[in-house]
């Protein structure tokens, strides 16, 4: 199994990232998706999730900003993050939800520089 994170970067407060999630050696439909994240010295958290058929689930405090959206044909899941602030600053991984200790990757750092 493999989860291809990309998009993350250094960017400042008030910008925008795509991050985006290939997944291959998985089944990806009807598997529900999501987005995590680990700040530094935090424990890691869930960002978003989405059902194959739409349904969407956001972690606490995490809605407005985030959007999360899936390509079922791609085996992609992406999460659109608007208006960062620095204490967005974390790795980003994807995995299915409830996740697969196995499926953990390197994820994608986002750093956001006030």
């Known amino acids: 199994v493999q989860l291809q994170a990309s998009g993350g970067g250094l960017v400042q407060a008030g910008g925008s990232l795509r991050l985006s999630c290939v997944v291959s050696g998985s089944p990806f439909t009807p598997t529900r998706w999501g987005w995590y994240r680990q700040a530094p010295g935090k424990q890691r958290e869930l960002v978003a999730a989405?059902?194959?058929?739409?349904?969407?689930n956001y972690g606490d405090s995490m809605k407005g900003r985030f959007t999360i959206s899936r390509d079922n044909a791609k085996n992609t899941v992406s999460l659109q993050i608007n208006s960062l602030k620095p204490e967005d600053t974390a790795v980003y991984y994807c995995?299915?939800?409830?996740?697969?200790?196995?499926?953990w990757g390197r994820g994608t750092l986002v750093t956001v520089s006030s």
């Open positions: 989405m059902s194959s058929g739409g349904s969407i």
């Open positions: 995995n299915r939800v409830p996740p697969i200790t196995e499926y």
